[in-house]
T-cell receptor, first 116, second 111 residues
Framework: AQSVTQLGSHVSVSEGALVLLRCNYS??????LFWYVQYPNQGLQLLLK??????LVKGINGFEAEFKKSETSFHLTKPSAHMSDAAEYFC??????????????FGSGTRLSIRP | EAQVTQNPRYLITVTGKKLTVTCSQN?????MSWYRQDPGLGLRQIYY???????DKGDVPEGYKVSRKEKRNFPLILESPSPNQTSLYFC??????????FGPGTRLLVL
């Protein structure tokens, strides 16, 4: 069975500092991996995804994530935090290759706060 | 404008009174899904549909029904709501590149 673990329900960084949000997954087959962002009182928006190819994936708003199969990780990073990055971030995984491909598992989320 | 719409956005009801939350997308996506979001639990998939007349259970299907009679619509039905179904519900559709597009959410309170 697939699962997703996001380490840290709340992360706080200073404006301009590095953002690192951690995500580990378990999957019996190579997965599809996603990061979504949710701003207050809004739906979710895709930040980036890994489906195939290059393991370093660049997304919107300066975020990127690296798929590391050996570590079963897909951590999200941004070199310099902006106040507008304050939101909740969700990692998600989906199986590939068979009829289960569309069952999607989300992590419990990490709330990112930015200190002025 | 490409979008996923949900109605109603807010709903207060009583235990046992059947309700339907509608979801519609205008992007011609084959895949649609329903999630519930609860504090500390993230999003959990209730049901998904890979095409018209094709639906399957997600992780938390108990107490919910869905139908997919046409591609654009994917209503969520609560036949006999209970207080533990109080939650924030999201509908989403997904394109062939596996990008999901989420609706604005429906906040449901069951008394």
């Amino acid at each position: 069975a697939q699962s997703v673990t996001q380490l840290g329900s709340h992360v706080s960084v200073s404006e301009g500092a590095l953002v690192l949000l951690r995500c580990n997954y378990s999957s019996s087959v190579p997965p599809y991996l996603f990061w979504y962002v949710q701003y207050p009182n809004q739906g979710l928006q895709l930040l980036l995804k890994y489906t195939t190819g290059a393991t370093l994936v660049k997304g919107i708003n300066g975020f990127e994530a690296e798929f590391k199969k050996s570590e079963t990780s897909f951590h999200l990073t941004k070199p310099s935090a902006h106040m507008s990055d304050a939101a909740e971030y969700f990692c998600a995984v989906s199986r590939r290759g068979d009829s289960s491909a569309s069952k999607i598992i989300f992590g419990s989320g990490t709330r990112l706060s930015i200190r002025p | 404008e490409a979008q996923v719409t949900q109605n109603p956005r807010y709903l207060i009801t009583v235990t046992g009174k059947k309700l339907t939350v509608t979801c519609s997308q205008n992007m011609n996506h084959e895949y649609m899904s329903w999630y519930r979001q609860d504090p500390g639990l993230g999003l959990r998939q209730i049901y998904y549909s890979m095409n018209v007349e094709v639906t399957d259970k997600g992780d938390v299907p108990e107490g919910y029904k869905v139908s997919r009679k046409e591609k654009r619509n994917f209503p969520l039905i609560l036949e006999s709501p209970s207080p533990n179904q109080t939650s924030l519900y999201f509908c989403a559709s997904m394109d062939r590149q596996m990008t999901q597009y989420f609706g604005p959410g429906t906040r449901l309170l069951v008394l």
